[in-house]
């Protein structure tokens, strides 16, 4: 089936500092990629998606490029801030399944400090 | 506009009681989810419906977890007989359409712990 992994944390890194959280996947399928954020004591939230091959995702200075014939999609940041410490999630949704259901990796805790 | 709202946010039940979660999503919206997630774990899908519909529910671990979403807004997942294994947090997400690679609003999550 369908599942996704990413790298262990926590990352701990000081304030802008460069960013990458890797995240590969494995989809019957043609899935649509995701990283989702969920910052202390708040629930999920979608931080950037793509759904097809070479797209970018980006938000809030985060990118993310869906890569095919290496089935990943890694999460970066030029300069990280302490408003960024969070848990990440990279996510698939596969049209096999009409894109009815999320598959999330294990998350990876990002700690930044001053 | 309110968010996917969940209720309660915290349940301590004792083992063998029957708990009742419930999610109310984003008005309007067509498609509703339930997570599980474990400690320290990503969320795992456990079931989903496209207005009150429930076309997958491939996920529910066993007979005593029972969802439903009768008028096409408001869903309810059940659990009964709670075991401690069903410690966890509930999640509930929505999405404006039915299929299709949607952006999916989560809920705060329901924590459940079965003493």
Same mark, same amino acid.
């Given at each position: 089936g369908d599942s996704v992994?990413?790298?262990?944390?926590?990352?701990?890194?000081?304030?802008?500092?460069?960013?990458?959280?890797?995240?590969?996947?494995?989809?019957?399928?043609?899935?649509?990629?995701?990283?989702?954020?969920?910052?202390?004591?708040?629930?999920?939230?979608?931080?950037?998606?793509?759904?097809?091959?070479?797209?970018k995702g980006s938000n809030k200075g985060f990118e993310a490029t869906y890569r095919k014939e290496t089935t990943s999609f890694h999460l970066e940041k030029g300069s990280v801030?302490?408003?960024?410490?969070?848990?990440?999630?990279?996510?698939?949704?596969?049209?096999?399944?009409?894109?009815?259901?999320?598959?999330?990796?294990?998350?990876?805790?990002?700690l930044v400090s001053p | 506009g309110a968010g996917v709202s969940q209720s309660p946010r915290y349940k301590v039940a004792k083992r063998g009681q029957d708990v009742a979660l419930r999610c109310d999503p984003i008005s309007g919206h067509v498609s509703l989810f339930w997570y599980q997630q474990a400690l320290g774990q990503g969320p795992e899908f456990l079931t989903y419906f496209q207005n009150e519909a429930q076309l997958d529910k491939s996920g529910l671990p066993s007979d005593r977890f029972? &969802?439903?979403?009768?008028?096409? !807004?408001?869903?309810?997942?059940?659990?009964?007989? #709670? /075991?401690?294994?069903?410690? &966890?947090?509930?999640?509930?997400? !929505?999405?404006?359409?039915?299929?299709?690679?949607? #952006? /999916?609003?989560?809920?705060?999550?329901?924590?459940?712990?079965?003493l």
């Open positions: 992994t990413q790298m262990e944390g926590p990352v701990t890194l000081s304030e802008e500092a460069f960013l990458t959280i890797n995240c590969t996947y494995t989809a019957t399928g043609y899935p649509s990629l995701f990283w989702y954020v969920q910052y202390p004591g708040e629930g999920l939230q979608l931080l950037l998606k793509a759904t097809k091959a070479d797209d801030q302490v408003s960024d410490s969070a848990v990440y999630f990279c996510a698939l949704s596969d049209r096999n399944t009409g894109f009815q259901k999320l598959v999330f990796g294990t998350g990876t805790r990002l | 029972f &969802a439903e979403r009768p008028e096409g !807004s408001v869903s309810t997942l059940k659990i009964q007989r #709670t /075991q401690q294994e069903d410690s &966890a947090v509930y999640l509930c997400a !929505s999405s404006p359409l039915a299929g299709g690679p949607d #952006t /999916q609003y989560f809920g705060p999550g329901t924590r459940l712990t079965v």
